[in-house]
């Protein structure tokens, strides 16, 4: 028996890394997952990775209509919703005095915005009882230089979940967000030189990057009643780099 039996998951910008492996997770648990993301090729190569109980919709978080979509897919598939990972965002470096207007927008629309958006439009689908969840990054924890812009744009998702708990809570939704470090993911690859891996990695206690697999176990977690009073919490899964 999966501890997701029966359930109905949706996870937006779940076509690489944490949330990809996740979404295998939780249909290895027994949900039936909806995947989101920007690319439909990406979409495409996600569903047949993860091979069954699951369905790809092409979207971009910070298109309502999009959002609209994706969640139409979902009610005419299966009717509800019973868990919710929000877990669509990004950013680029940008340090103080190199900040454009174009660079601010883009990392609030994606991280603060659609993930606002992205829970709303939700709601309506919700069974009461179930399980939103919101990615954050420990970089709103630590003061990493040149990402202040991207920091900020998800310090905003904790603020959410404390407002968003004491307004669902007679519906008995939980609303957490899952904060995790440095994680190899495809994304963070791509962008890092082996002189930045190993400033992230020098951080880290066992100074070793965390695996997509590791945020997938915390975020099975939350979507399951193993959580159940867990409620309103910010669960940091970064190694303990920002104790240090």
């Known amino acids: 028996m999966g501890k997701l039996d029966g359930k109905v998951a949706v996870i937006t910008g779940a076509t ?6 996740g979404a295998r ?18 979409v495409d190569e996600a569903v047949a990775l993860i091979g069954r109980n699951v369905t790809g919709v092409q ?6 209509g999009d959002l609209d979509r994706l969640l139409d897919v979902v009610k005419r598939e299966k009717g509800a919703i019973d868990v919710l990972w929000a877990s669509a965002g990004g950013g680029e470096p940008g340090a103080l005095g190199e900040i454009t207007e174009e660079h601010f927008d883009a990392a609030f629309s994606l991280n603060a915005r659609g ?6 439009k939700a709601l309506p689908l919700f069974n009461d009882g179930g399980s939103i969840f919101m990615t954050g990054s420990n970089a709103s924890l630590r003061g990493y230089p040149g990402f202040g812009v991207y920091a900020a744009s998800k310090a905003v998702l904790p603020a959410f979940a404390r407002v968003w708990v004491a307004e669902l809570r007679d519906r008995k939704i939980r609303v957490n967000v899952l904060t995790p470090g440095q994680v190899a993911t495809p994304m963070m690859e791509a962008v890092m030189d082996a002189e930045t891996k190993a400033q992230f990695e020098s951080v880290i206690p066992r100074r070793a990057m965390g695996r ?8 099975l977690f939350l979507a399951s009643d193993d959580s159940s009073y867990v409620n309103g919490m910010e669960l940091v899964a970064d190694g303990g780099t920002t104790v240090i």
């Open 16 to 21: 690489s890394g944490m949330a990809l492996a």
């Open 115 to 120: 993930t606002l958006f992205t829970v709303q």
């Open 212 to 219: 997509p697999e590791e945020i997938a176990s915390v975020a």
């Open 25 to 42: 997770l939780f249909v290895e648990e027994g949900a039936h997952v909806f995947v989101s993301g920007r690319r439909q090729e990406a």
């Open 59 to 64: 979207g971009d978080s910070t298109d309502l």
